[in-house]
Each structure stands twice: as C-alpha cells, then as structure tokens.
C-alpha cells in the first residue's frame, strides 16, 4: 500500500466524485480508477458504492479513510521534518492544545521565536486531552497542553506560569448569580455542562460527597459551545475563568467555585522523541517566555 494511492483514495472520497478527483490529482479518469481498484483488491473489500453521479463511501471505507488521513499526515510531516534539518531559518511545529486563556503564554513564545526564525510555521489542533493525546503518542503531534501532571515516565514537560480557576458561567439574571461563589451543594439537581474528562475528574475531586447528587445535563469539548446553551437558560456551564466573554452586556456572569478549584496546565512532549532543530529552539523559547529553568535531566534531543 503506498502513500500515493492512499491521497489518491482520500481526495476521490472528499470529492465524491472520480472526475473531479482526477483533474485536482492531474492524474487521468482510467489511471485512478485503476488506482483504486488495486487497492480494493489489496485489501479485498469493497470501498465505494458508485451510483450515477457520486461515489460514496462503505463502511470499510470509511475506516480506511480514518486510518489514511493519519498516514498521510505522518508522511507530510516526515518530509517536513527532513527538510527543516537545513532550514536554519524556521521549520514547522505541530501543536495540540487545550482551552485555556494561559495560551497567551505559548502564543507569546510563538512570536519570540517567529521573529528570529521568520520560517518557522505552526499548526494547531484544538480540543481536550482525550482528543488529542494519542496524536501526540503516535507522532502527529510535536507538543500538547495537558490540564493534569504529566506521566514522567511518558514526557518531558514544562508548566505553565500560572493555574486556572473553575466556576460556573450563567445567565446574569439567575438567582445564583447573586452568590459571590458557588458550592457543591448550589449546584445539586441543577443541569450542568461540562466536558466528561473534567466532569470525571476535576469536578468529581472538588464536589466530593455532593457529586452524585449532580447532574451532568450536556457535555462540551469547547466552553464557548457550552456558554450560547448556558445563555439559553438550558443549563450551568463548568469552566475555566476568562474562557467565555461574561463582560457588562454580554448577558451572563462567571461566579468561582468554592472551595477554590484550580487546575495547572504543562506543555509536553514524548520523553524519548528526537527533536528536529526549530522543536528544540521552540523549547528554549518556551523556558524563557514561562520564566522555567532547565531540569536537573536535559530532556532526549535538547540541547
């Protein structure tokens, strides 16, 4: 199975159609037909129904779909990684993050480093832990924003300077919305939104013995998704501080759990990875924008 065949696969299957397929592939209609059956009979099943003006996906097809999209994108970053090592100007760097506002600090590394590597380019994926992390593991990924401690034995890491406080966001006009700050016991029975990691973990520790009396009405994987419900009046959205606009007009309030709930944030990378130039440059950046001193053991490929 090579690589071109699969992008010959994924683009006839974003397309849903061999004609326009062929011509953004610049390849010949027969050609990657051709192409695909080879790959049908490869793997001796069946990839895509053909009906009069489309093409759509099988079961088998879809998985393949999955599966190729990662390869392919480990295949680009190969390339790119390869080709950094002479750029001395920049590279490419694969971030995956998660919501919090202390992404200002990684955004201000990012522009440090910008203005001395014009050439540096970076690509992020947004999303929470679960999301993520396995990209990371598998190599899609060069560095991730994790919202619990690191496993030492899995990562390097580096935390950030400050933590981020929980509380609930809601309607400004809701009765507890008049309280300076909320308690387990405030919230038993209420709808709540949250994201299930959070939900099982962070939420969990904080409200104790008042956790099975609450309800996790929705879960979100972004706050924002979260705050437009919660401004509805469907529920009470569980977030960090300043991740949703609860500024005069914006028509909801941010009040801090009590007791105080917070949660650390660390940027990491795989312990025993080999780091391309422009990472390793990225890392320097990273100690000196969060004001973190360089561990007792240099982390695998630092300088």
Known sequence: ???????????????????????????????????????????????????????????????LRNRAEDLVSMADKIEQEFVSLDDITGGDLFLGLAES?????????????????????????????EQIADKLRSGLLDFLVLAEHPDRRKYEYIEFPES????VVMPENDTLAKKDSIRPKDLIGLPMFCSDQAWNKEIREWAGESFPEMKLEGSFRLSYNGSVFAR???????????????????????????????????????????????AERFIRQLRTTFNSPEPDIIEQGAE
Not at 164 to 167: S, Y
Not at 242 to 251: P, R
Request: aromatic letters at 10%.
């Open 232 to 278: 509805e009046g469907l529920g009470y959205l569980l977030t960090f501080e300043h991740l949703i606009d609860t500024s005069d007009g914006s028509g909801l309030v941010f009040r801090p759990l009590t007791p105080k709930a917070e949660t650390r944030l660390y940027i990491v990378w795989n312990r025993y990875q080999t780091l391309t130039p422009i």
């Open 101 to 129: 506002c202390q992404i200002k600090y990684l955004a201000r590394a990012i522009k440090d480093l910008k203005s001395r590597y014009p050439n540096l380019h970076y690509h992020i994926t947004s999303g929470d832990t």
């Open 1 to 63: 199975m090579e690589i071109k065949t699969l992008r010959y696969f994924l683009a006839v299957a974003r397309e849903e159609n061999m004609t326009r397929a062929a011509e953004l592939l610049h390849v010949t209609q027969p050609t990657l037909s051709k192409q695909l059956k080879s790959l049908e009979d490869e793997l001796g099943k069946k990839l895509f129904t053909r009906h009069s003006f489309s093409i759509r996906l099988t079961d088998e097809g879809n998985l």
């Open 164 to 167: 981020d406080r929980w509380g």
